[in-house]
């Protein structure tokens, strides 16, 4: 086209020389020229946009590449956060079957518990049915037999025991001790100790300097009335006294200060013993 353009010039510049073309072809020669430009201009439009296209096509390229290294980065976020999660998820099933054992084990323990605190109740209550059936309706209002861990508590109340502020046993005791007396001879083989309780009112004695000292001396008379008494082993015995200081009750009323003036006597038996007290009983007098 440009050769085109180029000849035409050179043919209108060869007219305007020689002045010999006539108006009709000059004419001519200007429409074609008109065209000729109108064509240029075109193809330089069209040329434009082309390489207008040509760049979108490449920025679309780059995007595209870009978009592409995005998903790639985010698929391999995903892989790893799946990765992370199957491997917690493991380790949790790992974690959840653990749990599931200990609570097994946990509720066999608390049922094994319960089972043998059911168990020792029930000797518990069995042996003190033993040691108890000896025992008159009224003696049983003043003596109190319980067992606790295999060992047997037996309180007696100080005023069936002895006077106010006395350490000597009255007449009235002696047929209780004899039947308490049996009980222990029939389980010879236990440990006997004799502990005196009393309240905290002071005692006012010439031979009794404080409550330290009659409760020591109370069981000590038990101790010596149980060995020459009722004939029990010397050597199965032992005498203590507890003073004010191991109270069962509130010191600050009559009744309870009362039940705080006691004299306990606990036998203690070896385990296998106390398991062959539910066989046993007190021989009747």
Known sequence: MKSRVLTIIASLALVAFSGCVSSKKYAALQAEHSALQKDYNASQVSLAESRANGKSLETLLDEAKRNNEELKRSYASLQKSLDNSIT?????????????????????????????????????????????????TDEMQEVNVKVLKGVVYISLADNMLFKSGSYEVNDRAMQTLGKIAKIIKDYGDYDVLVEGNTDPVPISRTNIRNNWDLSALRASSIVQVLQNDFGINPSRLSAAGRGEYNPIADNSTELGRQRNRRTEIIITPKLDQFLDLIDKAPKAD
């Open 88 to 136: 917690q998820n493991t380790q949790g099933n790992v974690n959840i079957s653990k749990l599931v054992d200990e609570i097994n084990a946990s509720n066999r323990y608390i049922k094994q518990l319960v089972q043998a605190k059911s168990k020792s109740d029930s000797l518990n209550l069995v042996l003190t049915t033993n040691l108890t059936r000896s025992l008159s």
